[in-house]
């Protein structure tokens, strides 16, 4: 049993290594830049990938930016001078392409991490960070082949990834420490 934890684990680090090294850098950079000069940071995502952004926007808090999870109840609207971070694997969710669709209308910058950049979401985008892997639940079998794992799991680790790796590069940025993080750290748990 244990060798097949070793294979298994071998074959995640490897398919998150082909991943994460498709990933064109200057693209972070940009989006890196576009969330620095944002006077706020909105995220959304469906599912999984929400819950990733909602852990990235703890983040963001913890460095001292002022973050804000779409959909919930404490979110204020959203400005021209605010940034939109959106992560759809197929670029087409719908509740997440009609959040994007009135970010734009309010000509806040839209931010997308995607599988699929010629999607609505990655077209309405002036930020798109590319991620290869598989798509949506029904991927094809091009996109299966990318991946041994089920469904958007691929995807969904290589965002987390990406998210943790821009709070490194904030960190860095910004002269901060992980103690200087953990100022802000909510203290009612």
């Known amino acids: 049993m244990s060798a097949q934890f070793d294979e ?17 850098s200057p693209k972070v950079v940009e989006l890196l830049a ?13 599912g999984r990938m929400g819950i990733l952004l909602s852990t990235f926007a703890m983040r963001l808090n913890h460095l001292g930016f002022t973050s804000h999870v779409v959909g919930s109840v404490t ?5 021209s001078e605010d940034i939109l971070l959106v992560a759809s694997s197929s670029g087409e969710t719908a509740t997440v392409r009609e959040v ?3 970010a734009a209308r309010e ?3 839209v931010a997308a991490v995607t599988a699929v950049p010629n999607s609505t979401i990655g077209r309405l985008a002036s930020q798109n960070v590319f991620l290869r892997a598989p798509s ?3 991927s094809s079998e091009n996109e299966t082949r990318m991946s041994k794992q089920p469904m958007k799991t691929l995807f969904e680790q290589t ?5 943790e790796c821009i709070v490194l590069m904030l960190l860095d940025q910004t002269g901060q ?3 200087d993080m953990s100022r802000r750290h909510g203290n009612l748990e």
């Open 136 to 138: 949506s639940l029904n």
């Open 107 to 109: 000509k806040a910058t």
């Open 75 to 79: 979110c204020p609207p959203i400005s």
């Open 159 to 163: 965002l987390f990834v990406l998210l």
């Open 34 to 46: 576009a969330i620095t000069r944002s006077r706020r940071i909105f995220v959304v995502g469906a």
């Open 177 to 179: 420490t992980a103690v």
């Open 8 to 24: 298994t684990y071998q074959l995640i680090l490897n398919e998150l290594r082909v991943s994460l090294t498709a990933i064109d």
């Open 100 to 102: 994007v669709i009135k």
